[in-house]
Nanobody, 123 residues
Framework: QIQLHESGGGLVQAGVSLRLSCAAS????????MGWFRQAPGKEREFVAA????????YYANSVKGRFTISRDNAKNMVYLQMNSLAPEDTAVYYC????????????????WGQGTQVTVSS
């Protein structure tokens, strides 16, 4: 079973960039589509971005399209989320997740989760 560990969160000002990292272990990393999700206080967890197992395809929520970029390095068992032009509404706990059950753009298929990393954007 793959295990995930996120890092890179923090407190930043609006307009700056931040890159989140997720390290995977214990599985065949390229066999998993990888996704980023986030959960803001008092809200449900929402899908942010996904990338296919080989990195050939990506998929984004409309709220982050054009600002966030997901990428992966299968040689290092890493997935990244580059976040640009951050806004206060991006404040949330960000989770890395893995899916080996079906298409990458089905959020419900992600069933392995990291512990999350907090991103706080001040105005």
């Amino acid at each position: 079973q793959i295990q995930l560990h996120e890092s890179g969160g923090g407190l930043v000002q609006a307009g700056v960039s931040l890159r989140l990292s997720c390290a995977a272990s214990g599985g065949t990393f390229s066999g998993y589509h990888m996704g980023w999700f986030r959960q803001a206080p008092g809200k449900e967890r929402e899908f942010v971005a996904a990338i296919s197992g080989r990195g050939s395809g990506t998929y984004y929520a409309n709220s982050v399209k054009g600002r966030f970029t997901i990428s992966r390095d299968n040689a290092k068992n890493m997935v990244y989320l580059q976040m640009n032009s951050l806004a206060p509404e991006d404040t949330a706990v960000y989770y890395c997740a893995a899916n080996d059950r079906g298409p990458m753009h089905y959020p419900r298929l992600y069933d392995v989760w990291g512990q999350g990393t907090q991103v706080t954007v001040s105005s």
